[in-house]
């Protein structure tokens, strides 16, 4: 069973943990964000935090909703490093189609509040202008991050949401071991070219991110290569 960390709160009855890596991510924004010093920079550090786990969450509900609205059962949340999963507690064995459907659930929700900022952002309420700059310009992080979170997850790479979903829709087609092979050739070429756009740009937690999926891919690209 995988660990589940700190538990902190039930939303709409789903339970929600912070694991280990999510507390080491958390410690990076705070010592990164304080750099900018005083109050303004512990501010910015916990709307970061707020604003990314908030987004973080969104997604994953959006995952364990449409999981149980088709039977799959109750889910456990668990907030990790710049990430999370919904562990289901059920079965997950279920049509393509439900798959599929419970996949892209997570982006989706991140596409909608992509468009919910842009708009905010570009057409503000009177009453923005009576917020504190700290709170506006938290509203442009929100666009950023809920963009960053839905292209990042779409993309064809194993096992973020795009690699399960072209996997599942791939086994419409072909099954077995050469599913599991042409999915983690797609993975490994996405990989590749994402790797070269995070190191050419120096974005150091890309990278890191990064280099432990394509670990991840490699371990099991070992047991399907024959
Ligand atoms: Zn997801």
Redesign the pocket.
Known sequence: MPTRGIYLFDVARFPVFLDTGGLIFIGLILLLQMGGGGMVGILGAFLWIVAIYGSILA??LG?AVVGRRLGYGSADIVLSFFGGVAIWSGRTSRSRRDQLLV?LA??AVNVVLCIFFLLLKTFPPPFISLLVPSLRGLIDDLYWINLMLAAF?ILPIFP??GGQALRTALAYRIRGSRLVRISLQVSFATLGLVMLYAVSTSHIFLVFILAQIAFQNWQEWQQVRR
């Open positions: 997604h994953e995952h996949t997570g982006p997850n973020l949401d």
